[in-house]
């Protein structure tokens, strides 16, 4: 990969300050050989995994059957993509994903960081420690099992409404997830009780690596502990949150598919039901793996969208894009 | 020596690859000259075993050199047999469920008609009362059904659909015997009413059903039944027109009457949340009144309540009409089901295919036939002398466990196979639970109390004999891949998931609005283009069974 951004570069600006042609290449080829050995195995895991499947493509201009060889299968064009289109469901899924994961994004985020400088914060160690494992726990759990926790909890018997009972903030039991609105919500919440604490270890680290003297010189000018919070650790965790930011943009379109699939029900399909769960049921499910390609293209092209945005958009406010 | 490394660690990645990919060509065979094979089930649930390590398994394995490592469906069929087929490897043994004909379009099952004549004189002639029905319009059988009709018996008791009723408010009301789906609900409603909690202090849940997943039958079914109609579909008897049912008067009444139940506070409304598990649960739990749905769907729930020490917390079947004076028609009449079944698949070499059909022929012979349907004579059955099957009360609680049944081979080698329907030709029942003699030895004090509360000998007295019917069952007709028929199937169940509870759940006043609503959604649907196919395959099927 070093390799690649050097030739990358090399074609821009910082080509006047190194030799051009294919001599002077070949001689830094060689001197670098053994990172580009390196590199290899790296490649051809990106050529296998990454490119050639990109042939399977194909598949969404065709009404492909498994059996057939490629030359015997169907060509039909659009089709696909029209069906996908005009279907009034599909509108709906799109809504549903994009509104699942910008709430995602923005509460993973707020929450992610939120509890990261109060772990920071903290001064005992030992404590320190302890909120920081259970925090992360029910992230190694599946979501299989966490779909049935969330749905055991949220039942008519469950304890939620029993609290809620009690402190007479309800008058009768509610069904959360027979309600289509609440399901955002809940999956939000199930989601940031589930990742929150995986998630900021990465913000952890980037405080880790805050100047400790910055701390110090504040303490000494008067600075208050929120003080500090903001104008010091904040800004010092910018640039991996941005990164951060600009990469789960590129996904925005990937609203998961596991959680939705298990919460979701008759009730609450108006909301539950995103792009991968349509997929399931009218592409995968019904063996037309040409509706199923055709609906990944369309993915993939709206994350790269996404992703060239907020790149440039992150570059134009001076913080330095992923490229 | 940075270089070396590198470019050794390289190879060494390339090498292994390889290697991987060398390595997972196996061969069937062991040393003793037993070959095991795998059958991959994805019409059921429960615990993998290789066939030799139950007791008739293992004596087919001694007569036939074959054995099988038996795997089950963890979750969605069709997902699994769809990656089977995007990735074109198959086990040797497939059972593909609602998936049967997307493999047989793709190739994925070989024609058996040939190996079958040639090696299984057996197998043919078991399935010779279906042989013609078996082809597809190619004229090749890919599959093998299990349940092959030979002749009709009454089942005591029932196994299929029925509105279902706890026994406990039959007896504190006297033995009522409803008829009409009033008539039932009003059961339910006095029962609730006297008793808001069960014994443990729980609530009471007086009517509830499921819907989840492809367990839709409990909400979708109903209509029909309800109307007389067999088998969910409305199908003319003599023109053969087909007719689907959702966008109809009778499915208005239906949800109408839930919608009354609902407006009582006696539906439970977890009806339409609540997954498999969930449900299963809740009926076990001995807190559910009624609801409706064959009783497989909802058997592992029963067997617990049955096996419990309160009798009275089991279930009573009734086949409730819509009005007094339509004829019911729960029962199943003999039934010539072609799918789904098992077939041989594609990849799997001739010789193989070979030996497993011939262990096929061998598990087809009477003798063996009553081994995996009865078990062993003297052990899991007797023989009286006019030559009746019976089983001792000593011999039905062995039965009755599952362990038992497990280690014996009845669970691993019974259903799913090719297996006999109905009668042997000797006059025993094919089925031990439909033998009259054992069903009767099984019947405890409380069964014989409301066997003569209402004035029968078997549970099923009170329901009407089938008619027969050549076309039952039609949900085995065959739906193309990608055509509008498929397609409707999907976006109907989508669209009732979506709007019956709503429907359902609406306030009365809402009721006919929510109604039209979804009437007019569904009208939109191609439902014609799934009626055809129906119809054709009825058609077809018809003619010839003529």
Redesign the interface.
């Known amino acids: 990969m070093q390799a690649h951004s050097k030739l990358n570069s090399a074609s821009s600006e910082a080509l006047h300050q190194e030799e051009k042609g294919l001599k002077p290449f070949l001689k830094k080829c060689k001197s670098q050989?053994?990172l580009l050995?390196?590199t290899?195995?790296f490649v051809i895991w990106v050529l296998v995994f990454r490119y050639l499947p990109v042939w399977g493509w194909t598949m969404a201009f065709q009404?492909f059957?498994?059996?057939r060889a490629f030359a015997e299968q169907e060509w039909v064009g659009l089709k696909h993509f029209i069906f996908l289109f005009q279907d009034e469901?599909f509108l709906l899924v799109l809504r549903n994903t994009l509104a699942q994961s910008v709430i995602n994004l923005i509460l993973g985020f707020v929450t992610a960081i939120g509890l990261a400088v109060l772990i920071n914060e903290l001064a005992n160690m030992k404590f320190k420690r302890v909120i920081q494992t259970i925090s992360y726990l029910p992230h190694f759990l599946s979501w299989v099992v966490a779909a049935a926790l969330v749905?055991s909890v949220l039942?008519?018997d469950g304890i939620i409404n029993e609290i809620l009972l009690a402190l007479n903030l309800i008058d009768s039991k509610i069904?959360f997830?027979?309600v289509g609105e609440y399901f955002w919500g809940i999956l939000a919440a199930s989601d940031v009780w589930k990742n929150v604490g995986w998630n900021t270890i990465i913000y952890l680290a980037a405080i880790a690596m805050i100047d400790q003297e910055q701390y110090e010189a504040a303490k000494i000018d008067g600075a208050s502990r929120l003080q500090r919070i903001r104008y010091i650790t904040i800004p010092g965790m910018k640039q991996v949150i941005v990164i951060l930011l600009i990469m789960n943009i590129g996904y925005i379109i990937e609203a998961g598919f596991e959680a939705q699939y298990l919460l979701g029900?008759?009730?609450?399909?108006?909301y539950s039901e995103n792009i991968d769960v349509f997929v399931?049921?009218?592409g995968?499910?019904?063996?037309?793996?040409s509706l199923a390609t055709a609906a990944g293209i369309f993915k993939t092209v709206i994350s790269l969208i996404f992703l060239i945005a907020a790149n440039s958009f992150a570059k134009k406010m001076g913080q330095g894009g992923l490229y | 020596m940075?270089?070396k490394k590198?470019?050794g660690?390289?190879a060494s990645?390339l090498a292994m690859s390889v290697f991987a990919a060398g390595c997972s060509d196996d061969s069937n065979a062991s040393e003793d000259g037993v070959y095991t094979y795998t059958f991959f089930n994805a019409s059921s649930t429960g615990t993998d075993v290789n066939t030799a390590d139950t007791t008739i398994g293992k004596m087919f394995e001694e007569e036939t050199g074959v054995n099988f490592d038996i795997e089950h469906i963890v979750g969605?069929s069709?997902?699994k047999i769809?990656t089977m087929?995007?990735s074109?490897e198959y086990p040797d043994l497939l059972n593909a469920q609602n998936?049967t004909n997307?493999v047989i379009?793709?190739?994925?099952f070989v024609p058996l008609n040939d190996l079958i004549e040639e090696h299984a004189p057996n197998l043919r002639k078991l399935y010779d009362p279906i042989w013609e029905k078996m082809k597809l319009e190619d004229g090749n059988i890919y599959i093998l059904p299990s349940g092959v009709s030979n002749g009709y018996i009454k089942p005591p008791n029932i196994g299929q659909s029925a509105f279902f009723i706890k026994r406990a408010a039959l007896k504190e009301q006297g033995y009522p015997h409803p008829k009409t789906i009033d008539e039932y609900f009003a059961i339910i409603e006095e029962y609730a009413k006297n008793n808001p909690t069960t014994e443990d202090g729980a609530e009471t849940i007086p009517y509830t059903l499921l819907?989840?997943d492809w367990h839709v039958g409990q909400l979708f079914d109903p209509p029909a039944f309800l109307s007389g109609e067999q088998e969910g579909i409305m199908i003319d008897r003599e023109t053969l027109e087909v007719n689907v049912h959702h966008n109809k008067e009778i499915t208005k009444t239906w949800l109408g009457k839930l919608n009354e139940l609902n407006d009582k506070g006696l539906f439970d409304?977890?009806s339409?949340?609540q997954?498999y598990d969930?449900y299963l649960a809740k009926i076990s739990s001995g807190r559910v009144v009624g609801w409706f749905g064959p009783r497989w769907e909802s058997g592992a729930a029963l067997d617990t309540l049955e096996l419990d020490d309160d009798p009275y917390n089991d279930f009573m079947g009734f086949p409730i009409v819509f009005e007094e004076g339509i004829k019911d028609q729960y029962l199943n009449p003999e039934s010539y089901v072609t799918s789904p079944g098992m077939g041989l698949t594609s990849g799997t070499d001739e010789e193989d295919q070979v030996r497993i059909i011939k262990f096929l022929d061998h598990m087809a012979k009477i003798e063996s036939q009553k081994l995996i349907t009865w078990g062993i004579e003297g052990e899991t059955y007797e023989v009286n002398e006019e030559g009746r099957f019976i089983r001792t009360e000593e011999q039905i609680a062995q039965i009755q466990e599952k362990e038992f049944r497990d280690e014996m081979g009845l669970t691993a080698l019974g259903w799913y196979w090719p297996i006999m329907a109905g009668v042997f030709d000797d006059g025993n029942s094919v089925d031990p639970n439909v033998q009259p003699e054992v069903a009767e030895m099984a019947y405890d004090e409380v069964d014989k109390e409301f066997l003569e509360a209402y004035d029968i000998e078997m549970f099923t007295d009170i329901f009407t004999e089938p008619e027969p019917v050549p076309y039952i069952p039609f949900w085995d007709a065959v739906i193309e891949?990608?055509s509008e028929a498929?397609?409707y199937d999907?976006q109907s169940r989508?669209l009732i998931?979506?709007s019956?509870?709503d429907i359902i759940l609406a306030d009365p006043g809402a009721f006919d609005s929510e109604w039209e609503k979804f009437k007019t959604s569904f009208d939109q649907l191609p439902y014609e283009a799934f009626e055809d196919v129906i119809e054709a395959s009825v058609k077809r099927e018809a003619e010839l069974m003529e």
């Open positions: 050989r053994a050995l390196m290899i195995p009404d059957k498994p059996a469901r749905s039942s008519m069904l997830l027979g029900n008759g009730q609450n399909m108006e399931i049921n009218y995968i499910s019904m063996f037309n793996f | 940075g270089k590198a470019a660690l390289a990645v969605d069709n997902q769809g087929i995007a074109g998936a997307d379009d793709a190739g994925g819907q989840y409304r977890e339409f949340t997954n969930e891949t990608g498929q397609l999907q989508d998931k979506r019956y509870p």
